[in-house]
């Protein structure tokens, strides 16, 4: 489960390089549904969160796709 969730977070990364304005949404849905899948796991709280960390400081995430995908987990949480 663990080299799935490497694996899954390497592929991601790749996305978010090549991500367009009109991909955000869609992104953005792909990392809210990632939270539940890591969520199993019993480190994979921490991993989601390390891994939120990294798309944070990437270069290719701009401020508004960061807020958007804030937001969206804050009301998928509830």
């Excluded at 090549?18 to 539940?36: K, P, Y």
């Excluded at 990294?54 to 998928?76: E, V």
Aim: hydrophobic residues 30%.
């Amino acid at each position: 489960m663990t080299k799935c969730q490497q694996m899954y977070i390497h592929c991601m990364n790749q996305k978010l390089y090549h991500l367009s304005g009109a991909d955000h949404e869609d992104f953005v849905s792909i990392v809210c549904s990632a939270r539940n899948a890591y969520e199993i796991n019993p480190n994979g709280a921490q991993q989601f969160k390390e891994w939120l960390q990294s798309i944070r400081k990437s270069k290719s995430c701009k401020k508004d796709l960061w807020q958007q995908i804030q937001t969206a987990l804050q009301n998928n949480s509830k």
